[in-house]
């Protein structure tokens, strides 16, 4: 079947068919452009890029959140904290440990943080020590 066709056919006829769905995209999608250039404008979709010193970069550029470490910190203690409790047998004394935990970072209350670690702790919670805390529960953790 394929004897007849030779490789400079094959060839010619992939390029011929790959340069008519180019040809089509550009004009279904691109008519305009091309218009626009071969009149000799600027196309009105396309605005120019400003230029941007270093330095205005730089001043605009996003400053770390210097909360994260803190944030870290305690995530790594919570977890290691979990990790050791294992199967919960006094909930009291659990709650009143992980008070004491959260508590050495008192300026993490109210921040943007709060709930992401209150999400945390109800979740690894759950997963770690097989205990459901109520949201009232891990609010009260805060102090």
């Not at 230029?51 to 730089?58: H, K, L």
């Not at 803190?70 to 008070?99: C, S, Y």
């Not at 097989?130 to 529960?137: P, Y």
Request: charged share 20%.
């Amino acid at each position: 079947m394929c004897s007849s066709i030779s490789w400079e056919q094959f060839i010619l006829t992939f390029i011929v068919i790959v340069g008519l769905y180019y040809l089509y995209v550009g004009v279904s999608y691109y008519r305009k452009d091309w218009l626009y250039r071969l009149r000799g404008k600027k196309s009105p979709n396309v605005s120019p890029r400003p230029v941007a010193s270093p330095a205005a970069t730089a001043a605009v550029s996003p400053k770390p959140n210097p909360l994260l470490p803190l944030v870290h910190d305690l995530v790594d203690e919570i977890r290691a904290f979990l990790n050791a409790a294992g199967k919960i047998e006094d909930k009291e004394t659990f709650l009143t440990k992980l008070r004491q935990l959260i508590q050495k970072y008192p300026t993490l209350k109210d921040t943007a943080f709060q709930p992401s670690i209150n999400q945390l702790i109800a979740i690894d919670t759950k997963g770690q020590c097989s205990v459901e805390l109520a949201e009232d529960e891990i609010d009260g953790l805060w102090g």
